[in-house]
């Protein structure tokens, strides 16, 4: 499937990214940008925004929340598809309160028996919550049950 809205692909590197990867798999995404921070394994990636690494961090989440609202502001994606983690909540929700954009969220494999908190605040400003356990439609009941693990 080919799609042309401009999209945001905002991920940790590492085990997000590729849950991402496999989400994405057979869809020709022909107007994409990708967001992460720093590491060794982004060298390979085209139109890539490096963001900082929010890491537990408030002055850190603040940093990364002006490079998320400055990188909207020139992408003006429609939609923002994420694994997490916490690099992707700012871009997340200003996305959607500030420029209505359409918020697909995917909850990690990793977490099979517990909500993540990402994804607790995300599920809130999120159009589309993806989860791959079904213990979890207890605690997001508006999610959908993917057909099967991504991996």
Not at 20 to 32: A, D, R, S
Not at 113 to 133: A, E, K, N, V
């Amino acid at each position: 499937m080919k799609l042309n809205s401009k999209i945001c692909l905002i991920y940790s590197p590492g085990g997000h990214f590729f849950e991402l990867e496999k989400c994405i798999e057979g869809l020709i995404l022909t107007n994409c940008y990708h967001v992460t921070f720093e590491s060794k394994r982004n060298t390979k990636i085209k139109n890539l925004y490096v963001i900082e690494h929010p890491n537990k961090s408030i002055i850190k989440t603040i940093i990364n929340l002006f490079q998320s609202i400055r990188i909207l502001i020139k992408e003006k994606p429609k939609f923002i598809i994420t694994t997490g983690a916490d690099v992707a909540v700012p871009t997340f929700l200003v996305g959607k309160i500030l420029f209505n954009t359409k918020n697909i969220f995917i909850e990690s494999i990793g977490n099979f028996d517990r909500p993540t908190l990402t994804g607790r605040i995300c599920y809130y400003f999120s159009d589309i919550f993806l989860i791959q356990f079904k213990k979890l439609k207890k605690i997001y009941p508006k999610a959908i049950l993917a057909k099967g693990l991504i991996h």
